[in-house]
């Protein structure tokens, strides 16, 4: 990852800049092997809470980054933004050599096996199937905010620059507050309900964003669908962990690949929306996000509070 940061720095051309970035995405994904690790490391009832930290660890970089991002940026330039991560990224590595404990693989499988096999956990496992739909269209609905901040910042009623923008990131960051407790509650109650109730407190972000535009109202907004989003994805993690202990690292990667490459619709959408109808065609489209991530889990949370009430 440092030595492509530092070939994003010093890139000469936009394509060696597309390829340096390409780089920096695959050496990224290691921050995602981190959590299936975590959650192997933990024993079954504390699992949640592991893999809540961790993820809040996450989180919390990926907002704050936008911060120093703008800043940075705006006062000194985007090569130097690139430069300040060669030694974050050479600190990370020292960190996990000698942190972590060694840990064998619990099988043996061959690269070409384990891309094979992951077509088949996304077929034989319908709660890995759910997991991922949900969390794409919620994540969704994250990044069509993000994507449009800038913009609606920059509006005549805020007359607000990127620096603001990257302080909202700050704000943000209290949203992975949500990620250990959602963990802990999961242990205790189970990750589908709270999947459910973070679905919602997503939803009603929107319902924020849209009726209450003022700085205020944004600041609330992006604290709640923060919170319902990474409350949602450790839920959504602790619950697809369980499914076969061999094959953590695997079902981590269907999931946040479905994430991810759905979770791009969010930014195209959001896009396309600001350019139609401006700021409320974007609450719109986020809320049509939020709400398909809220029916989706229905059925299933529906189905466990019959068998509950029977029992």
């Not at 597309?18 to 079954?44: E, H, K, M, R």
């Not at 050599?97 to 088949?120: C, E, V």
């Amino acid at each position: 990852m440092a030595a492509a940061l530092a070939f994003a720095a010093i890139a000469p051309t936009t394509l060696a800049l597309i390829a340096a970035s390409l780089l920096l995405g695959v050496a990224a994904t290691v921050a995602q092997q981190i959590v299936p690790f975590a959650a192997t490391l933990a024993d079954d009832r504390t699992r949640g809470a592991a893999v809540g930290m961790v993820v809040s660890g996450i989180l919390g970089g990926i907002l704050l980054s936008r911060t120093i991002a703008g800043f940075v940026g705006s006062h000194f330039g985007w090569r130097e933004m690139f430069w300040l991560g060669v030694p974050l990224a050479l600190g990370a590595a020292a960190l996990v050599r000698l942190t972590l404990p060694r840990h064998h693989a619990t099988q043996s499988i061959g690269y070409t096996d384990a891309l094979r096999s992951l077509i088949h956990l996304l077929v034989e496992e319908p709660a890995l199937r759910l997991a991922a739909a949900t969390q794409a269209m919620l994540f969704a609905s994250f990044i069509a905010f993000w994507t449009v901040l800038s913009l609606h910042l920059q509006e005549p009623q805020f007359g607000l620059g990127p620096e603001i923008a990257g302080l909202f990131g700050v704000i943000g960051a209290s949203g992975i507050l949500a990620a250990p407790l959602a963990g802990r509650v999961a242990d205790k109650r189970g990750p589908h309900t709270v999947v459910a109730i973070a679905a919602a407190i997503s939803l009603f972000s929107w319902v924020v964003f849209a009726g209450w535009n003022a700085v205020a109202g944004l600041v609330v907004g992006v604290v709640l669908l923060d919170a319902g989003v990474n409350a949602a994805l450790v839920s959504n993690q602790h619950l697809i962990f369980v499914l076969r202990p061999d094959a953590r690292s695997r079902l981590n990667t269907v999931f946040m690949t479905a994430m991810f490459v759905i979770g791009s619709l969010g930014s195209l959408g959001a896009g396309w929306a600001y350019a139609h109808f401006s700021w409320l065609g974007v609450c719109g489209y986020g809320a049509v996000l939020a709400t398909a991530g809220l029916l989706l889990q229905l059925p299933t949370l529906s189905s466990r509070i019959g068998k509950s009430s029977r029992h």
